[in-house]
């Protein structure tokens, strides 16, 4: 039996996908409404539940993460037609200005004559038949490019009627700044959309996920090892994943705690020296401003003005590390004791 819960790549069929089934109910039922946003922590299974909401579906789903220059968002926008070509129909395709099909390949062309912009793109294949816009990780794009694909869809939601974007997130705060409904400088101010929380599982579902997990695999686990991952990594489904299959490889459970606080250490290598300093505090247990401010003036030797301890605060609440002041991550609060 192959073994599809503890594969690491994100699920593309609902047949795959483990107890998402209030998600996409809600998903199913917002085709046709114009604008949809989907958030939720690293790891928590947006993407596998976005891939296999489009399974059977005329739709594209574009991976925006690391896009830095135009070419790249072109590149990424390309990909995803690749993937959706049984989807969208390669003849019809062909038939798009700027759109070039080279066997399981699709090229964009967005510079000079027969060029097309990416309103003119999502336009053009709506006009087939209803089309769902994927675009994942958008939080990451920066301006000029985040202009841009927020004109696009700006476009889209007044002028195709035959459309839907999903705009979908790990950090929760960036992808609503993102949206910018709220902000009257976003060409998206003051449209309504409809918003999808992707949770984490409860304790029943973890232990029920690793279980099946360890079946297809052909694995008898006793119950500490369920257990162990459950308290470990607290209804994380990328997490779980990466536990069960570490078991399956017969790694050693420290080691296996050990690689997964490093690498989530390694992530948090992206924050600056003042978010290092406030989230190790809260992984100290500060659990308030003013016991944060104590923490990280002791631990830098450095008074550090309020304004600028608030934006700390405030950037890993954005970026989803914290909330509350605490972690919405167990990995991460262990990775940050150690920074």
């Known amino acids: 039996m192959r073994n599809m819960l503890f594969d690491p790549r994100p699920k593309a069929s609902r047949d795959e996908l483990f107890d998402r089934e209030k998600e996409l109910e809600i998903l199913d039922g917002s085709v046709g409404k114009p604008l949809i946003v989907v958030a939720g922590i690293r790891r928590v299974g947006k993407s596998s539940l976005l891939m296999s909401f489009l399974e059977n579906r005329r739709g594209v789903y ?9 070419a790249d968002l072109y590149r990424k926008l390309s990909d995803g037609l690749s993937s959706s070509l049984r989807r969208l129909g390669e003849g019809f395709l062909r038939q798009i200005r700027g759109v070039r099909v080279m066997g399981l390949e ?19 294949l709506s006009m087939r038949g209803r089309t769902i816009f994927v675009f994942d990780e958008v939080q990451g794009l920066r301006p000029p490019l985040s202009l841009e694909l927020r004109n696009a869809i700006s476009y889209v939601y007044d002028n195709v009627p035959n459309s839907t974007v ?11 700044d993102f949206v910018g409904v709220d902000n009257p400088e976003s060409p998206l101010f003051g449209r309504y959309y409809t918003e999808v929380h992707v949770e984490r599982f409860p304790r029943s579902k973890s232990m029920e996920f690793l279980e099946r997990g360890f079946s297809e695999a052909g694995r008898s686990v006793g ?49 600056s020296d003042r978010e290092r300093y406030v989230a190790k505090a809260v992984a100290g ?14 631990s830098s030797g450095t008074v550090i003005p309020k304004s600028a301890l608030t934006r700390a605060v405030r950037r890993l609440e954005k970026l989803s590390v914290i909330q509350d002041y605490r972690f919405l991550d167990p990995v991460y609060e262990k990775a940050a004791r150690r920074l």
Do not use: Q
């Not at 574009?62 to 135009?70: K, M, N, P, Y």
């Not at 999903?166 to 609503?176: A, D, I, K, M, N």
């Not at 257990?227 to 209804?235: A, P, S």
């Not at 659990?287 to 003036?297: I, K, L, P, Q, T």
């Open 62 to 70: 574009v991976d925006l993460r690391e896009v830095r220059t135009r």
């Open 106 to 124: 699709v090229e964009l062309k967005w510079r000079g004559a027969d060029s097309i912009s990416i309103s003119g793109l999502m336009e053009e």
């Open 166 to 176: 999903v705009l979908s997130g790990s950090e929760v705060g960036l992808l609503h």
């Open 223 to 271: 119950g500490d090892a369920l257990e162990r991952g459950v308290e470990l990594f607290d209804g994380i489904p990328g997490w779980l994943v990466y536990y069960g299959m570490a078991v399956i490889d017969g790694r050693d459970m420290d080691e296996v705690t050990e690689s997964a606080i490093s690498l989530a250490r390694a992530e948090m290598g992206k924050l």
């Open 285 to 298: 247990g500060a659990r308030s401003w003013a016991e944060v401010r104590r923490a990280v003036e002791e």
